[in-house]
């Protein structure tokens, strides 16, 4: 799945996020959301720069509610940055390219 953005539910999100063997960055959205849809190519870029280092996925919210609610999103779109299983950071709304990279690398060291 890395280099590319993977869209995935709840019944697989433990197998490719929780137990990874590298750092996943979901991206939570829904299909009704303008700053989702601004913020996909975006992650798309960052999804290829970060080939090979780092998982990209999408949740969409609306067809994974209890997911949703589990992880406490409560305004998309929100980046969340994983690393062993854990959550390590979250990027909520649409941000310049470089900060999504600067808050990401951070996560990772």
């Known amino acids: 799945m890395t280099g590319a953005l993977k869209e995935i539910n709840s019944d697989v999100f433990e197998k490719e996020v929780l137990t990874s063997d590298v750092p996943v960055v979901v991206d939570f959205w829904a299909e009704w959301c303008m700053p989702c849809k601004l913020l996909t190519p975006v992650v798309d870029e960052l999804a290829r720069?970060?080939?090979?280092?780092?998982?990209?996925?999408?949740?969409?919210?609306?067809?994974?509610?209890?997911?949703?609610?589990?992880?406490?999103?409560?305004?998309?779109?929100?980046?969340?940055?994983?690393?062993?299983?854990?959550?390590?950071?979250?990027?909520?709304?649409?941000?310049?390219?470089?900060?999504?990279?600067?808050?990401?690398n951070e996560a990772l060291k």
Do not use: C, H, M, W
């Open 49 to 104: 720069g970060y080939e090979g280092k780092v998982k990209f996925a999408k949740v969409n919210v609306d067809n994974n509610t209890e997911l949703a609610t589990n992880l406490q999103i409560l305004s998309i779109p929100v980046l969340i940055v994983f690393n062993k299983g854990k959550e390590v950071t979250r990027i909520t709304g649409v941000n310049p390219k470089q900060e999504i990279e600067r808050e990401i």
